[in-house]
């Protein structure tokens, strides 16, 4: 069954705004992550939180975890066209495989 | 360069006559994965595997099988497909399961008519 859940399902914004995605999921995870998608192609690993952290930074990512709200957070500063992607939350559940489950993914589309 | 790579890209198949989709990676992976993607239900995990001669199933497992006989290969079976199969296949793999993120496959666009 899937795990996480992003919202929005959609996202439109302008060049140099932020997009913040959220994810939510049900039962005690052992690490949260956070991939891209180019339209029809590979998903690509942005980005991994452990369940003992509560917020990482790459680059112009910033990804936060609420354990407690059993939520995550991605936030792309200064956005660009390039970033325009599906972007999906995988979760491992506590004490389960380490093979991570996808949500359905929040696409983001900027406009230049 | 270190890769996941899936063969065929795209395929059109008629009911029922077997198929395999290819997956191969070439970094040592303990851990591989298949997934199908459909319009507005995300990736859905098919199988996994955690070493060799070790599989499990997924959410979707129905009417799909797999092996593991070696470490860098996972091909997928499809024993007798269906129209209800058509879908994006991906094929993913990672060394330490779910906690260096995993390296994903180009993708298989299979039609079923």
């Known amino acids: 069954s899937q795990q996480g859940e992003e919202d929005p399902q959609a996202l439109s914004i302008q060049e140099g705004e932020n997009a913040t995605m959220n994810c939510s999921y049900k039962?005690?995870?052992?690490?949260l992550q956070w991939y891209r998608q180019n339209s029809g192609r590979g998903l690509v690993h942005l980005i991994l939180?452990?369940?003992?952290?509560r917020e990482k930074h790459s680059g112009r990512l910033r990804v936060t975890l609420d354990t407690s709200k059993k939520s995550s957070s991605l936030l792309i500063t200064a956005s660009r066209a390039a970033d325009t992607a599906s972007y999906f939350c995988a979760t491992d559940a506590a004490g389960g495989s380490y093979i991570p489950t996808f949500g359905r993914g929040t696409s983001l589309i900027v406009h230049p | 360069e270190a890769q996941v790579t899936q063969n065929p890209r795209y395929l059109i198949t008629v009911t029922g006559k077997k198929l395999t989709v290819t997956c191969s990676q070439n970094?040592?992976?303990?851990?591989m994965s298949w997934y199908r993607q459909d319009p507005g239900l995300g990736l859905r995990q098919i199988y996994y595997?955690?070493?060799?001669?070790?599989?499990d199933k997924g959410d979707v497992p129905e009417g799909y099988k797999v092996s593991r006989k070696e470490k860098r290969n996972f091909p997928l079976i499809l024993e007798s497909p269906s129209p209800n199969q058509t879908s994006l296949y991906f094929c993913?793999?990672?060394?330490?399961?779910?906690?260096?993120?995993?390296?994903f496959g180009s993708g298989t666009r299979l039609t079923v008519v």
């Open positions: 595997s955690m070493n060799v001669e070790v599989t």
């Open positions: 939180i452990r369940s003992n952290e």
């Open positions: 970094m040592n992976h303990e851990y």
């Open positions: 993913a793999s990672s060394s330490t399961g779910a906690l260096n993120g995993y390296t």
């Open positions: 039962t005690s995870i052992n690490n």
